[in-house]
């Protein structure tokens, strides 16, 4: 399980929604690129929109795991397909205030892209995006 960050100014969840699979690239930090790798086809991902909204805004599924940029053989891409927005986004406000983030990079290392997340981690932010 994974959350994914993205400037919506510049690809938002709707864009994936309307293209309904995409590559995601973009990266580049070298933690970041470690965690696409580890991605599996079939991985949950969060979208989470940095800038002014700060907030996980819907889900998606890796649909092929990470391979060669095609721009940039360096670096590695996933493909992801969309599978729906939370009923409520969940702000980064209410992931700090969660005790199971306390200890997760999406806090501690708030430039990262690509954040794992533990089955707790996920259900906390799954639970509050269904209300």
């Known amino acids: 399980m994974w959350l994914l960050k993205t400037e919506p100014s510049t690809y938002s969840y709707a864009d994936l ?9 973009g990266v580049t930090n070298p933690v970041a690129l470690k965690n696409l790798r580890a991605m599996a086809a079939g991985d949950a991902a969060f979208i989470y929109h940095t800038g002014d909204e700060k907030a996980v805004v819907g889900t998606a599924r890796v649909a092929r795991a990470a391979y060669a940029d095609p721009k940039n053989p360096r670096l590695v891409v996933v493909d992801l397909e969309a599978t729906g927005p939370l009923k409520t986004p969940v702000t980064l406000a209410e992931i700090k205030s969660m005790p199971v983030f306390a200890e997760s990079p999406l806090v501690r290392q708030g430039r990262l892209s690509v954040v794992p997340l533990t089955a707790a981690q996920w259900k906390g932010i799954a639970d509050r995006g269904r209300k």
């Open 17 to 25: 929604e309307r293209e309904g699979r995409a590559v995601w690239d």
